[in-house]
């Protein structure tokens, strides 16, 4: 017997392909009128007169002798569920059971029994009988009937108890996934999704099936790369830290992984609305190369348009692996080495990376001074130290002089040798001291030294630092993360972002939301292959955040914020 949907129009009927007469005929000997009566049954079923082939089947239910008799039951129960009087089907098909428990069809009863416990909403009665047909040749069937009807439960209390009772049921376990990254944010939640992610893999999209009745078995349709449909699936590779988590701290080492997720799934209702279906997916990656090997080497992680982290080097490189050789989109949320997307057509930064940093201030601060003379000092990081190298190389390729090149801290800036007689045509101050930029302001302004000053944010603490400190004229800052409250769209998030988190949104949170509004357009607009790069750039009406993104002529963010305070707020001046 084979099994088979068909969706019309909103309403869904059921139908099982009928037994052909000639298929039965051999077990069948009965009186000319119980075969006549079979075959006009038959033929009704065919037809879709249900009520019909009732009449026919009722009396042939009552032949208990006959062979004919749980054919009978069967095709008189498959009527029932056609007319959706499923109680009264399941009471005809328990009835066969009970009265033929060796007929040599029982895998088709409990088929039928599972889907019409389903259509009542009787879900652990439906999956008990479906895991009672033991013919393998039925499990597709029998996956597809459990994946429709569990994508239509959305109480997503009563999915965790339906896996908890039936921890091995694959399709409930997608279905359950799915709800969690389409409804929850709770870490308990994720931490749920995770597990029965890295068991069961990625859900797919639940779509209506149209199959008619044939003389072959319908198959269960394999979800497919997604090019050219409307939805796409991200996978979120960050240290989530579920297991530590205290919601008493306030100073969590993961918050930020937290902050960037909650704007990602903001972000996915704003790209709903503009027709674009996002399904994220979270997954907790740490520096643990052995959990993102078992991630990429599961068969459903393959259905991932796009992969956001993860954020340390090896899972980044095993993921970087993955995606080139399966044509996938991956984007480092936060890092700003260039290395990571080196000869990697897939790869993006979604900051400017520190190269891209020193080209764009270089350029910049040829339009602060005709004076071919700098003078740079850096911080005690690494980062610091690189940034400073990078400026330097670029400003000594284009001919300019570096009269002075030297770390320094908040504490020894009084080593620097600077005076009015002789300065430089503009400083450049790379630093993660936030205590350092205002001290720096202080001796230049004590020694009378007016130059141009470009300084990356870092060095500056907003919170403490009095706004008299960035009036200067000529003070000019590098700040990637520069979230402009008056840009149009501002208010609206952070009023959305509060009401649903009870936190005013971080800077983490503000890159999350316009690092996913980005790439899912990019998604959209691309179907996830690039082939021209000029559409890899963010337009100012399309209504981001932060300063933009533009991948035009490599892969990490060509756009670096510089912004200067005017006397009343900050404002990006390139």
Known sequence: MNRSFAFHTGFRSFSLCVLLWTTAQAAVAQTDNAERRYQYAVRFIQQKDYVKAKAELKPLTEIRTSAIAPYAHYYHALADFNLKRFSESRLMLKQLIDRFPDWKKMDDVYYLL?????????????????????????????????????????????????????????????????????????????????????????????????????????????????????????????????????????????????????????????????????????????????????????????????????????????????????????????????????????????????????????????????????????????????????????????????QDFRKVSSSDLETIRLSETNKPGHIFLVSSDENTGAKLLRLLAQRQVEVPVIATSSAFNFDKDPLSIFSRNDLYLVYPEFVDPERPGSDEFEELYLDQRNLIPSTYAYQGYDMLLFFGRMLARTRGQITNRSQLKAAPEEGYLLSGYDYTASNDNQVVPIVKYDGTRFTLIK
Do not use: C, H, W
Not at 296 to 304: A, R, T
Not at 322 to 348: C, D
Not at 367 to 375: D, P
């Open 114 to 402: 599972g889907a019409a416990f389903f259509e009542n909403g009787q879900y652990e009665e439906g999956i008990e009988n479906l895991g009672r047909i033991g013919d393998p040749a039925l499990k597709p069937d029998v996956s597809k009937l459990q994946t429709y009807y569990f994508s239509q439960i959305n109480d997503l209390n009563r999915l965790k108890l339906m896996q908890k009772e039936f921890p091995n049921n694959r399709e409930l376990a997608l279905a359950l996934i799915d709800q969690i990254q389409r409804t929850s944010t709770a870490p308990a939640d994720l931490e749920l999704s995770d597990r029965l992610t890295n068991r069961f893999g990625v859900p797919g999209v639940a779509r209506p099936v149209t199959t008619e009745a044939s003389s072959s078995t319908a198959t269960v349709a394999r979800p497919e790369k997604n090019r050219n449909k409307g939805y796409y699936n991200v996978a979120v590779l960050f240290p989530f830290r579920l297991n530590d988590i205290n919601p008493y701290d306030r100073a969590r080492s993961n918050q930020y992984a937290l902050d960037l997720y909650n704007g990602m799934r903001l972000a996915k209702t704003k790209l709903q609305s503009e027709g674009i279906t996002v399904n994220l997916f979270a997954y907790d990656v740490d520096n643990d190369g052995t959990k993102m090997t078992t991630l990429v080497n599961n068969p459903g992680f393959i259905q991932n348009d796009l992969l956001i982290g993860p954020l340390y080097a090896e899972p980044n490189r095993i993921a970087t692996e993955f995606a080139n050789q399966n044509n996938v989109l991956l984007v480092n949320p936060i890092s700003t080495s260039s290395e990571l997307v080196v000869n990697q057509p897939l790869a993006f930064l979604a900051s400017p990376s520190l190269n891209q940093q020193a080209l764009k201030t270089v350029a910049f601060a040829r339009t602060l001074s005709m004076v071919k003379k700098a003078a740079i000092y850096y911080g005690n990081s690494r980062k610091d130290s690189t940034l400073a190298t990078l400026y330097q190389n670029e400003l000594k390729r284009i001919g300019y002089a570096v």
